[in-house]
């Protein structure tokens, strides 16, 4: 059975005018259960992510100046990342959602799960929140596998945005592969196909660069191709997705013409990845998406490409 992480304390991340709101998971909730999908999930329960495990990724430095943005009553992080009072509370229980996740799929519990957590996260520097997020969750999930002894992950990012906080996080890490197909060129404005790492982690990232108009079955022939090599070099013990659904046609911020039937082939893709490397070991995190309708929609299909992979 895939473990389903939400919480609707989640909702209380208020952001006021803004794409990243709470009518965001509002819609996917609702169309889970209309589905029913829901109740094929198990539920569990997890705690805030611990500030030790924060420091695993993140500067005290960041930590400590989001929380006083917070005690102040909230403000802005960046010109486009909003701070409520209640917000880096939030930011701390999706973290320890992810990190949760991932515990309980390396012990065997199951071997997938899907958090459906806000803010999103994979824009986050160690050092800085940026791009609507406070924390990096994803980064956070494959520092939690290292530190119980994985030695090869894999994370994969579909959103429309480039993942530039996780890849700088892991930049000169081997042991963390990152792979990256998104909109070029287009915010945060790094991903080029050029950007492969650094150091021990030479090799260990791997940019696929979109332009916008490019049709469906190019970026399906481009992507495939493309993350089928990858992992095959890596042979990750443990697949992480950053899965944003900013790249749907509808999207108002982002929209790479897919569709949402686009997104159950990327499922599908992934999981294949995971049980032909990693026993079938996967953990998917929400990112972007902005259509609460389109988002919803393609949420849907996902987590039932996660169900139809249970054993």
């Not at 973290?95 to 990190?99: F, I």
């Not at 996740?101 to 309980?104: D, E, H, L």
């Not at 924390?135 to 956070?140: D, R």
């Not at 495939?224 to 095959?232: G, H, K, Q, S, V």
């Given at each position: 059975m895939?473990?389903?992480y939400?919480?609707?304390?989640?909702l209380?991340?208020?952001?006021?005018?803004?794409?990243?709101c709470p009518?965001?998971?509002?819609?996917i909730?609702s169309?889970?259960?209309?589905?029913?999908?829901?109740?094929?999930?198990?539920q569990?329960e997890w705690e805030?992510?611990?500030r030790t495990?924060?420091?695993g990724v993140?500067?005290?430095?960041?930590i400590?100046?989001?929380?006083g943005i917070?005690q102040?009553g909230g403000g802005?992080?960046?010109?486009v990342?909003?701070?409520?009072?209640?917000?880096?509370?939030i930011a701390?229980l999706a973290?320890?959602?992810?990190?949760n996740?991932?515990?309980?799929v390396?012990k065997?519990e199951d071997s997938?799960?899907?958090?459906?957590v806000?803010p999103?996260?994979h824009?986050?520097?160690?050092?800085?929140?940026?791009?609507f997020?406070l924390?990096?969750?994803?980064?956070?999930g494959?520092?939690a596998?290292?530190d119980q002894?994985?030695?090869?992950v894999?994370?994969v990012d579909w959103?429309v945005?480039?993942?530039n906080g996780?890849?700088a996080?892991f930049?000169?890490d081997?042991r963390?592969?990152?792979?990256s197909?998104?909109?070029?060129?287009?915010y945060p404005?790094t991903?080029a196909?050029d950007e492969?790492?650094t150091?021990?982690g030479?090799?260990?990232t791997?940019?696929?660069?979109?332009?916008?108009?490019t049709?469906?079955?190019?970026?399906?022939e481009?992507v495939?191709?493309?993350?089928?090599?990858?992992?095959?070099r890596?042979?990750?013990e443990?697949?992480?997705?950053?899965?944003?659904?900013?790249?749907?046609r509808s999207?108002?911020?982002g929209?790479?013409?897919?569709?949402?039937?686009?997104?159950i082939?990327l499922?599908?893709?992934t999981?294949e990845?995971a049980?032909?490397?990693?026993?079938?070991?996967?953990?998917s995190?929400l990112e972007g998406?902005?259509?609460?309708t389109?988002?919803?929609?393609?949420?849907a299909?996902h987590?039932?490409?996660?169900?139809a992979?249970?054993?």
């Open positions: 895939t473990l389903l939400y919480d609707p304390r989640f209380d991340h208020h952001t006021g005018d803004h794409p990243e009518g965001r998971l509002q819609q909730v169309q889970l259960a209309a589905n029913g999908l829901d109740r094929r999930c198990c569990p805030p992510i611990r495990q924060l420091l993140h500067f005290e430095e960041q400590a100046h989001l929380e917070a102040q802005q992080a960046d010109s990342t909003v701070v409520s009072e209640v917000s880096v509370d701390k973290a320890g959602a992810v990190c996740a991932v515990g309980r390396l065997g997938k799960a899907l958090c459906l806000r999103p996260g824009h986050a520097l160690a050092e800085r929140a940026m791009g997020c924390f990096n969750n994803i980064a956070l494959a520092r596998a290292l002894g994985v030695e090869r894999l994370i959103d945005h480039h993942g996780t890849q996080i930049y000169n081997p963390v592969a990152f792979f197909a998104h909109r070029w060129p287009f404005g991903g196909e492969t790492g150091g021990d030479l090799g260990a791997r940019n696929v660069p979109v332009e916008f108009g049709s469906r079955k190019v970026y399906q481009l495939r191709r493309e993350l089928e090599d990858f992992a095959a890596i042979k990750p443990l697949v992480l997705i950053s899965a944003g659904f900013d790249a749907h999207d108002p911020i929209s790479l013409g897919l569709e949402v039937e686009d997104f082939w499922s599908q893709l999981l990845i049980e032909t490397y990693a026993a079938g070991r996967l953990v995190t998406g902005y259509n609460p389109a988002l919803a929609e393609s949420v299909v987590l039932e490409a996660l169900l992979a249970d054993p």
